[in-house]
């Protein structure tokens, strides 16, 4: 079980000013890590040139993609891309994968959508184009996995250095992209699944947080993603009551010591040691970031 690391996600980007302010501000704040997932749509960065322009303004902090969707791409130019960002970032690339979920992006980027084992298989072909393409160039970066189903996870644990759990599945017979988050006791199983197949392999657990909420009321807090998420019909949904979600790893609710209590008591029960914000909870999660770094 390892020292508490944390990571911010970042979503937008509008100009250099910007991005170089709030990545200078992500170390100041002591966060360990920026990523930027990949996504289409306006203001949503290009993954790889924003993570080098991150690297160029920081001293400290890795970066990193959370996650690349491999199925957007041609694998050989992927695998180009990374060796640069790796390159021009110094080697502090961590180089998140997934099998993507949007169908819509898909459609938008006039790619094929396929069902999930077959995004699956190409995610494993780009592993092996990766490591091809990458051996004469030091070989792969740091790797993170991330996903919630038996073969992605399978893949994370025969591969990754870092192991991402949203715990977010598709909501069956929903729109893709319609999510249930998973309770507390389906954590525990996803992470009893994955650490069958890790056996001994030294393997970092990151957990991608939904929301943060310093309060001092945490039920009203959970009462209000409940409703929040159940009037959004294509967005994330919620587990099914109150109860669940002041108990759920993917949320943090509470004051600050509460929240510092809530991550150690789950680092203790899952493994989760690396924790990622979004960045609307930048400046809201700076304050535990100081409690727990180092611990």
């Known amino acids: 079980m390892g020292k508490f690391k944390f990571g ?21 704040l002591g966060y360990d890590v920026i990523t930027v997932p990949d996504h289409l749509g306006p203001g949503r960065p290009a993954p790889f040139p924003a993570l080098v322009a991150a690297a160029a303004v920081t001293e400290r902090p890795r970066v990193g993609t959370l996650v690349s969707n491999v199925p957007f791409y041609n694998l050989a130019l992927f695998a180009r891309d990374v060796a640069s960002t790796d ?34 298989d190409y995610l494993v072909e780009g592993l092996d184009e990766l490591k091809t393409r990458l051996a004469d160039e030091g070989g792969l970066p740091r ?46 199983e996803r992470v009893r699944f994955f650490r069958s197949l890790a056996g001994d392999r030294e393997v970092e657990y990151n957990m991608l947080v939904q929301r943060v909420v310093v309060t001092e009321d945490r039920r009203a807090a959970a009462a209000e993603w409940h409703a929040d998420t159940d009037e959004r019909s294509v967005e994330n949904r919620s587990v099914e009551n109150t109860d669940e979600l002041l108990d759920a790893p993917q949320l ?20 989760f040691s690396y924790i990622t914000v979004f960045e609307a909870m930048l400046e809201t999660f700076a304050p535990v970031v100081a409690e727990l770094r180092g611990r």
């Open 8 to 28: 911010i996600s970042f979503r937008g980007v509008t100009d250099r000013a910007e991005w170089t302010a709030k990545c200078r501000r992500a170390e100041e």
């Open 87 to 120: 390159a021009l970032t110094g080697g502090r690339l961590d180089l998140g994968l997934g099998s993507g979920h949007m169908k819509s992006e898909f459609d938008d980027a006039g790619l094929p959508w396929r069902k999930a084992a077959e995004r699956i």
């Open 143 to 188: 790797l993170l996995i991330a996903g919630n189903s038996d073969g992605v996870l399978r893949l994370a644990a025969e591969h990754a250095d870092i192991a991402g759990f949203a715990g977010l599945r598709q909501d069956r017979g929903k729109p893709p992209g319609t999510f249930v988050l998973d309770n507390a006791e389906a954590m525990d």
């Open 252 to 271: 943090l609710l509470g004051t600050v010591d509460e929240i510092v209590q809530q991550l150690v008591d789950r680092r203790e029960r899952y493994g």
